[in-house]
């Protein structure tokens, strides 16, 4: 059974730092291309940060470049948002998720729970 766990969510003040982690189990997470998602209220879910199953390739939209940081670590199976000069509309529930697209297996694409990011003074 996959499981993709986020860890790291909180309250934090405008300018200040946290940094999210995704634990994942049941998959091949070496091969899983990884990314995190975030929705605040009201609002479609967004791609955050992506990176590449070998950490070689990320991309970021445009809001949070120079902010914010996706690493992971193939031996431990975890990805990380590190995230600075953070601001309010940063605030939403931030998701894990995994993707993979293979000849023979498909599309496989899985999700976390969710961890919530506030921001504010």
């Known amino acids: 059974q996959v499981q993709l766990v986020e860890s790291g969510g909180g309250l934090v003040q405008p300018g200040g730092s946290l940094r999210l982690s995704c634990a994942a189990s049941?998959?091949?997470?070496?091969?899983?291309?990884m990314s995190w998602y975030r929705q605040a209220p009201g609002k479609e879910r967004e791609l955050v940060a992506r990176i590449s199953f070998d950490g070689l390739r990320t991309e970021y939209v445009d809001s949070v470049k120079g902010r914010f940081t996706i690493s992971r670590d193939n031996v431990q199976n975890t990805v990380y948002l590190r995230m600075n000069s953070l601001k309010s509309e940063d605030t939403a529930v931030y998701y894990c998720?995994?993707?993979?697209?293979?000849?023979?297996?498909?599309?496989?694409?899985?999700w976390g729970q969710g961890t919530q990011v506030t921001v504010s003074s």
């Open positions: 049941g998959l091949t997470f070496s091969s899983y291309r």
């Open positions: 998720n995994a993707d993979i697209v293979g000849v023979v297996i498909g599309r496989l694409n899985y």
